[in-house]
């Protein structure tokens, strides 16, 4: 340790007491004197000092940068959460922290706390891997209970941005972990936001701290001890009145004229004002010569400012030197009735520096020992000038036995007596205007004492929260690093996860419209062609006489001729019932086609909705397919209406409608039939739409050639209506003939007896078939063509199976678009949810990312600051001593 007072002038830290940035100098023995030369070859503190502030200054400004932009970036980008560290409990140790954030107090995880270190001033959280614990064995190794190791209990706390979360919302307290749970992110977040504002303003508060220039001295001793003759010296003029008599009853506070506009004056400050140099107001103007009269006659309250002009430049001006503007303040002589005011005036925050002069020839009075001994309590280092030093001869016993004396009283100043004790002269400086080599080192040790303290109490206040605030930010910006990257994990693991479901299904969209148009398309048409098929084989078959569903509807039996009327109605109504059977039956089809269709769509469904993707919970009814919803009138065809007009509802009912039960003659016989038929027979060559009725005729035929008798005549040929008509023609021909008139009556007769015959004999055969045949041609009527079905006619224009085929297939396309657009309204509310599940991850990836790099810039800039300042990082540092 050297023993000058700067050495190596280096910047102070928190840690340091006054002890290690000022080397003890030995206390001065007898006959020691001071080494001038080695004095002034004191480095120059002040330039020193200037480069201090203005690093101070720039470190002040960057951190309230980061704390502005902080506090934009809880604003608009990033909700700063606030973190809480406690030991872990997992494995206790040092450095290992359990961290949890305010909003969520019940969610933690392990972390490692970094102190700072020499070649990294920031403390730093990591995630408690196995890699990372292993970095920091030696923090890690230290028991918790112990609190020097390299992490002390407060480095997991907050210093100057610790929020009370303590306080209930009613003002009740209450425990941490209730209130907290109560607090919203975004609440805490604001608290947060409010804390950095207040820390803002006493940044700024520090940086005009560190920024003034103004200094202090308070030169104030016993009564007569040469108080104004020292402040004279240190002006090199005769400002203050110097008497014999003790003479200065006031406060005399000496400032460079620069500050009064270069005029030299003394402003007396009104009783009871605070002096404020731009408001006259506040005190009364004097020139300088009258001070000696003002000084006299005032009482020892009052305060007097005085402006006199410096004539040395400011190299070596102690008022003005360009760094620190110094007022000298001449305090009245101590004795009773001003000790009281002197000691109050002294602990004033203002003052920086307390210069007691003490007589050389009369020592320390009462007074002077009682203010010497309250004032090293306040401050524990005071500036001693031991004055009119010259008038004593035995000086190392005089020194000596003031040592001794300053040892008790103070004995820090003691300690560093080599300079903060003096001998010196002032008068001589004054009246010869010699400044001897004593008060040379005095004024220099003077100004370095007042740099000193200036250091402490202006710029060590900024130093201290510079490095509590940087270490706050340190806390508060790795932590929310560590959320914040648990937070893009966690949302790159998410969209890791939903992004190829999402950009599955999008590929798949197209293939299950196709797939779901196909079931539609492909099961009502498979219902529809069904239909048809069955309905016309049911008019085929009804066409014939049969009953169309035999299995279900059996034909009536004849009952004999006398209830002809009676079986003709039964038959209708066998037929009309099989017909109503066979569309049931098609109905039946298409439910069992629907029942595949909806189950294939719910395989697509399985296909292409994701895990967890709730399936359609409609359950498919077949049984309600075809059935007519109340208030809907179900459309009972009737013969007529059917034909032209299709119908409507779970069978038609053909059968159950009395109308279409009315017989009439020509279901009995039905003489236009043969009629036509004949008349078409020969034309035609069984090419007419009615050629498929020959066989039905058949029997008919062959039993009139019975009748007839002449059927040989035809000669060989194979019975067929046309030879039979043929037959007829040839007969006809015979009654020209007089040899045929003879027999031609009776044989017309015997024609018309077999006719009859034959007509009675098969009208149990007959009347089915012409009723059928009746019910048939109603049904295929305007039937446009069997593969027009439902395509270019409306069921309107249609005839009976395409009507109904297209009525079947128009049910079972409902039910199959009723479920596609089910699973499509699945489909899309799915994509929907996938689509903005991925858009919001990939906010949050976008948001934490860009948070992450943030909050490691952030650190890197508060590491800047501290490396340009030359801060360490360590927050906890003793209380200096003043
Ligand atoms: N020989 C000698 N005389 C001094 C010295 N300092 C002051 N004096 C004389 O001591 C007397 C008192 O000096 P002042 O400066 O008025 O003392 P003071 O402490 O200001 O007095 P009050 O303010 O009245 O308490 C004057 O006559 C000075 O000339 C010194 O260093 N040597």
């Known amino acids: 340790m050297s023993q000058s007072y700067f050495p190596t002038y280096r910047p102070l830290r928190p840690t340091d007491s006054l002890e290690n940035i000022t080397p003890l100098a030995t206390p001065m023995r007898e006959g020691e004197v001071h080494d001038l030369d080695a004095s002034r070859e004191k480095v120059d503190d002040v330039q020193q000092y200037q480069e201090h502030r203005d690093r101070l200054t720039s470190a002040l400004d960057a951190t309230s940068s980061i704390l502005t932009d902080l506090r934009e970036f809880n604003k608009a980008s990033w909700v700063v959460r606030y973190p809480h560290l406690k030991p872990s ?49 030696a923090a890690d190794q230290v028991s918790a209970n112990e609190t020097d190791g390299l992490v002390t209990k407060s480095d997991g706390d907050f210093h100057v941005l610790r929020l009370d979360l303590k306080l209930g919302p009613h003002g009740t307290t209450t425990s941490g ?55 004279n010296a240190l002006l090199r003029r005769e400002v203050m009145p110097v008497d014999q008599q003790p003479c200065t ?13 270069g005029a030299e004056e003394a402003h007396v400050v009104k009783e009871g004002c605070t002096y404020n140099h731009a408001d006259e107001s506040t005190f009364t103007r004097h020139p300088l010569n009258e001070l000696e009269e003002i000084v006299t006659e005032s009482d020892a309250e009052r305060i007097l400012k005085l402006y006199v002009n410096d004539p040395r430049d400011p190299q070596s001006s102690l008022v003005n030197n360009g760094t620190v503007n110094i007022s000298l303040i001449d305090a009245p002589g101590l004795n009773r009735d001003s000790l009281k005011t002197t000691a109050l005036f002294a602990r004033q925050e203002e003052i920086d520096v307390v210069v007691f002069v003490v007589s050389a020839e009369n020592h320390f009075t009462l ?60 008068a001589s400086v004054v009246e010869t205007g010699e400044i001897s080599d004593s008060f040379q080192t005095l004024e220099h040790s003077l100004r370095s004492f007042v740099l000193q303290k200036r250091e402490k109490s202006k710029l060590l206040p900024a130093i201290t929260f510079l490095n509590k605030i940087l270490s706050d930010l340190d806390l508060l910006t790795s932590a929310n ?13 998410d969209l890791a996860r939903a992004r190829p479901i ?41 066409g014939k006489g049969q009953s169309a569903m035999p299995e279900i509807v059996s034909m009536p039996r004849f009952p004999g001729m006398l209830q002809l009327w009676q079986y003709t109605r039964e038959v209708k109504k066998a037929l009309l019932q099989s017909i109503d059977e066979a569309v049931k039956a098609a109905e039946s089809d298409a439910r069992l086609i629907a029942v595949q269709g909806v189950t294939k769509v719910g395989t697509l469904g399985d296909a292409h909705l994701p895990v967890g993707v709730e399936r359609s919970k409609r359950i498919f009814k077949p049984e309600a397919m075809f059935v007519v919803r109340p208030g809907h009138h179900k459309r009972r065809s009737s013969l007529n209406t059917v034909v032209v007009g299709g119908a409507y509802g779970l069978g038609i009912g053909l059968a159950a409608q009395p109308s279409a039960l009315d ?30 009725e020959s066989d039905i005729s058949t029997s008919a035929i062959s039993m009139l050639s019975v009748g007839v008798g002449a059927v040989t005549m035809v000669g060989g040929k194979t019975l067929g209506a046309r030879g039979l008509l043929e037959g007829l023609v040839r007969i006809g021909d015979l009654f020209g003939n007089a040899a045929t008139r003879k027999w031609a009556a009776p044989l017309a007769g015997a024609l018309a007896l077999g006719l009859s015959l034959y007509f009675i004999y098969e009208l149990p055969n007959t009347i089915p078939r012409t009723v059928g045949r009746h019910i048939k041609t ?75 790099e943030w909050l490691e810039e952030c650190g890197r800039r508060a590491e800047e600051v501290r490396q340009k300042a030359g801060l360490t990082g360590v927050v906890d540092a003793p209380v200096l001593a003043q």
Not at 200 to 229: E, I, M, P, W
Not at 367 to 395: G, M, P
Not at 513 to 534: C, I, P, Q
Request: a negative charge; proline letters at 3%; charged letters at 30%.
């Open 89 to 137: 409990s997992e494995r206790p140790s040092n450095a290992r922290r359990s961290l949890s954030f305010a909003d969520d107090p019940t969610t933690s995880t392990e972390v490692v706390l970094t102190p700072p270190t020499e070649g990294r001033l920031r403390r730093t959280l990591t995630t408690a891997d196995a890699e990372v614990a292993s970095d920091v064995p």
């Open 177 to 231: 972990p209730t209130l907290v749970s109560q607090l919203e992110k975004s609440s805490i977040a604001s608290l947060l936001s409010e804390r950095i504002a207040t820390s803002l303003v006493h940044l700024s508060k520090l940086r005009a701290r560190v920024q003034d220039t103004s200094s202090k001295v308070l030169v104030t001793g016993d009564l007569n001890a040469g108080k104004s003759t020292f402040v």
């Open 249 to 261: 009853t006031m406060f005399c506070e000496v400032h460079d004229a620069a500050d009064n506009d």
């Open 367 to 426: 007074s002077a020992k009682e203010f010497l001994w309250n004032a090293s309590n306040e401050k524990a280092y005071l500036f001693i000038v031991v004055n009119r030093f010259d008038q004593i001869r035995d000086k190392a016993r005089c020194k000596r036995l003031v040592l001794d004396q300053i040892r008790q009283l103070s004995p820090r100043t003691w300690e560093d007596a080599a300079d903060l004790v003096h001998f010196v002269d002032s």
């Open 481 to 493: 690093a560590l959320a914040a990257s648990a937070e893009l994990k966690q949302a790159q693991d």
């Open 502 to 542: 999402l950009e599955k299904m999008l590929a798949g969209r197209e293939d299950l419209d196709e797939a779901l148009a196909g079931v539609e398309d492909s099961m009502s048409g498979e219902a529809g062609d069904k239909a048809k098929d069955r309905l016309e084989k049911a008019l085929e078959l009804v």
């Open 663 to 692: 017989v009439e003659f020509r279901d009995i016989i039905d003489m236009r039939h043969y009629l036509m038929r004949f008349a078409l027979i020969g034309s035609q060559d069984g090419k007419s739409p009615l050629h498929e």
């Open 778 to 852: 109603i049904l295929t009527a305007n039937e446009p063509g069997s593969s027009q079905v439902a395509s270019t006619s409306s069921p309107e224009q249609m005839s009976f199976a395409p009507a109904h085929a297209h009525r079947i297939s128009k049910e079972t396309r409902k039910v199959m678009r009723l479920a596609a657009w089910d699973l499509r309204e699945r489909f899309r509310q799915a994509v929907d949810e996938r689509a903005s599940e991925v858009k919001n991850w990939e906010e949050i990836e976008r948001v934490a990312q860009r948070a992450v």
